[in-house]
C-alpha cells in the first residue's frame, strides 16, 4: 500500500538505483507530507541507506527523479539537512565537539572565509539542543557512541534546515541518547520540518513515527504509521525475498545491462 | 662537529649554505603541511605514487626543452604526477581492482616509464644530460638560487591555499558525503589538495629524491598527531618538525661534507617520529606504561589491604599483628612483590609494621573493608542480574572490585537494596 500526498516536502519518482550494473532499489514512488517523522524500515540490504543517500545525491541514480519542496536538490540544498551513520567517519580525527559541530555551518560561511559570531553562536545552541554542551572542548575520539550520535545531530541542527535526513541515529546509542533525540525529532516536527529516519528497532516505530516507508529492494509500503505498520505488510517486508527479483538483478550485473533501455 | 663551523653555519654568511637551509627549510614544511592531510585522508601511499610518477615528466620536459631550468622541469614533473593520481582514481571508480593494487600500478607503469626515458637521454649523447638523475636520489646540498626562488614560489603557494581553504580541507578530510551533502564542491577541493600534494612532492623530490619522499609527507604528520587532538596544532607541529629536521639536516652535511643532506632530513624527522611514539603525553608508550604500572600496583595494594580483612574475619580480630606467613596463606602474592607492596602500603599510612609482622590501621582496615565489600556487592549483582552461576562469579569480581567508583558502589548498594550477604553467605561488611 503507498499512500501519495498532495504538495508533498519529498517526492521520489520511479527512482531506481545499481551498483554495478545490479539494482538495489527498484522503481521506488513515494511522497511524504510536512512534517511528517518518517520511518524507513526493512531487513539488512534492503537499500535503506542507499535510498537516503540517491535522496541526498550522494549516490548516482539510475532512473527517476528527486523533488524536495517540488524543487531540485541543488535548489534547495540550504533547507536540507543529512547525517550520515555514525560510523561512516574515523572518529580518531584531530578535532573537538565544537570543531564538529560547527561544520554544519560551512556552507553558510562560504568559501575562504572564517566562522563569524553568529556561526559560533548556533553551534553552541545546537550542542546545548542536544545536551552536549558540557562538552564542547572534549576531543571527538572521546566521545561515547550516543555522544558521537549526539555530536552528529547538533551538526545537522545548526543547518536550520526545513528537512532533516538521518542514517540510523539511534544504532548503538544508549537509552538516554535515544530518548533525547526523539524529543528533538518531535520538537522539530511541531515546529514543521520534515525528518526522515532510516529505522532498525521495529518496536519504537509506532511510538516514534507518523508515518512509515518499508523496505526491501522494493517500496512495499508508505504511508501513516496507523494504516502501514500491520502484521501483513510487516510479513512482506521482512519475509521470503523475492528471489526473482534479485537473480535478474544478479544477471543484469554480470552482463553489465544498462538499468534503462536508452535507444 | 666544532664551534666554529657552528658559527659559520648559522650565520648564513655563505651564499651556499643560505640556499641549502632555505631550501630544505621550505620544501620541509611545504611536505609536512601537506603530509597532514594526506595522512588524516588516509592516503598515505599517495606521496609515494606521485614522488615515482614525476619522473616519465621531467625527463619528456627535458627531451623537450634540451636544459634543466627547475621551472621547465617542474612543469612537466607537475603534469605527469598530476596524471598518476587521475589514472588512480579513475581505475578505482571504474574497474574492479581495489585501491591499493591500482596505488601500486600507476606508481609503478609511471616510474617504468620514467625509468625508460632517463635511459634513452642517458644513451643520447646530450652532455646537458648530466645531473638529472639527482631527481632519483636528491641533491639538497647542490641546490642553487634558481632551485630556490622556484621553492619559495611553490611552497607561498601551498600555504596560501591551505590557509584558504583551511576548513574545506578539514571537512573533506573528516567527512567526505557530510560535506557533499552541504553542497560543498568536494571533487574540486578534492583536487585542489591533489594539486598541492603534487606540487609539494615535486618540490621536496629534489632534496631527497623519489623513494624517500613518502617520508617527508607523512613522518611529520604522523609525529604531530601524536601530541595534539587538533588539526591546526597538528599542522604546527608538523611544518616545526619538518623545519628542523631541514635544518638539522643542512647542518649536518655541511659539518660533515661526506654525509648527504636529504637522506640526513628523513633520519631526523623518523627520529622525531620515534620520540614522539614514546614520549607524547596521553598517547605515547611511556605514559600507557607507567598507567599500566600504577595499576598493577593498586591491584596488588588493595589484594593485601583484602588479605589482612579476611584473616581479620577468620579469626574476628582485624586489629592484630600478622605474619608474612600469615597473609600469603590468604593468596599467593610473589615474593618481591609482596615486600614491595607491604612497604609501600607501610609508608602511605595504611599498616604498621611491628618487628616482622604487620598490622591494620584504621585507614587500612576500612580501605581493605571496601574491597571486600565490593567484591561481594558485585558476586552478589551477577548472580541476580546476569543469571551467573555462584562458583563463576568470584573471577569476574575480583576484577572489578578495583574497578567500581564510589558513584556505582552507592548505586550497587542501592539497586540490590543494602544486602547482607553474598552468594556464598559470606557477609557484606557496611561502615
Redesign the interface.
Known sequence: MIQQVENPVLEVHDLTVSYDKKPVLWGIDLSVPKGAIAGIVGPNGAGKSTLI?SI???TALSSGYVKIFDQEL?EV??R???V?QRE???WD????VF??VL??R??K?G??K??RKADTEAALFALKQVGMDKFKDR?I?QLSGGQQQRVFLA?ALT?QADIYFMDEPFAGVDAATEKAIIQILKKLSEDGKTVIVVHHDLQSVSTYFDWVIMLNLRLVASGPTDQIFTSELLEETYGGKLTLLSEVGELMKKGQYPSRDKQ | MNLETFIEFFSLQNPNVRYVVLGSVLLSISSAIVGCFTFLKKKALLGDVVSHAVLPGICISFMVSGTKDPFILIIGAFLSGWLSIIVLDYIVANSKIKEDTATGLSLSVFFGIGILLLTVIQHSGNAAQTGLDSFLFGKAAALVGKDLLAFSIIATVILIVVFFFYKEFKLVCFDQEYAKSIGLPVKKIELLLTSITVLAVVTGIQAVGVVLMAAMLITPAAAGKFWTNRLSIMLLLASVFGAFSGIAGAYISYAAPSMPTGPWIVMILSFIAILSFFFAPEKGILIKLFKQRKIRNQLLEENLLKSFYKIGEMNEDFTASRSNEELIEIRRFSSAQFKAGLSRLSSQGFIKKENSTWSLTQEGFQKGMRVVKLHRLWELYLTKYLRIAPDHVHEDADTIEHVITPEIEERLEKLLEYPEADPHSSNIPYQ
Do not use: E, H, T, W
Request: hydrophobic fraction near 35%; glycine fraction near 6%.
Open positions: 543517500k541526498m545525491g550522494l541543488n540544498r540550504q536540507v539537512s543529512y550520515p561512516s567517519v574515523d580525527f584531530p578535532a573537538s570543531d564538529v561544520m554544519g560551512y556552507s560561511i568559501l575562504f572564517r566562522p576531543q575520539s551538526r543547518q
